[in-house]
């Protein structure tokens, strides 16, 4: 059993600043890559940031020099930092994580909601 827990979302106005946070808990083995996605109103979910175990980072164009992706190993966490936000950026932010149980498979938190709004 896996269980992945968002925080951080809110509402703010342009320029201003949030740090999301994802907690992964379970008896699982091993843990690869963590991402973040969002999905806003009426549109896709769309990737936003990738880490690699190695801790290779990785963002879509949108977000390039505005956001930054870490991870915790010892507390099974990554966190996306997110400057400089726009109102494009409102969405729901989903954190993914790649976990092993009996095999690797992909993971979804419930997301928390941003809202970058003046």
């Known amino acids: 059993q896996v269980q992945l827990v968002e925080s951080g979302g809110g509402l703010v106005q342009p320029g201003g600043s949030l740090r999301l946070s994802c907690v992964a808990s379970?008896?699982?083995?091993?843990?690869?890559?963590m991402g973040w996605y969002r999905q806003a109103p009426g549109k896709q979910r769309e990737w936003v940031a990738t880490?690699?175990?190695?801790?290779?980072?990785t963002y879509a164009d949108s977000v390039k020099g505005r956001f930054t992706i870490w991870r915790d190993n010892a507390k099974n966490t990554v966190h996306l930092q997110m400057n400089s936000l726009k109102p494009e950026d409102t969405a729901v932010y989903y954190c993914?994580?790649?976990?092993?149980?009996?095999?690797?498979?992909?993971?979804w938190g419930q997301g928390t909601q941003v809202t970058v709004s003046s």
């Open positions: 993914n994580v790649n976990i092993r149980l009996d095999f690797f498979e992909n993971y």
């Open positions: 880490i690699t175990s190695g801790r290779t980072t």
């Open positions: 379970g008896n699982f083995n091993s843990i690869g890559g």
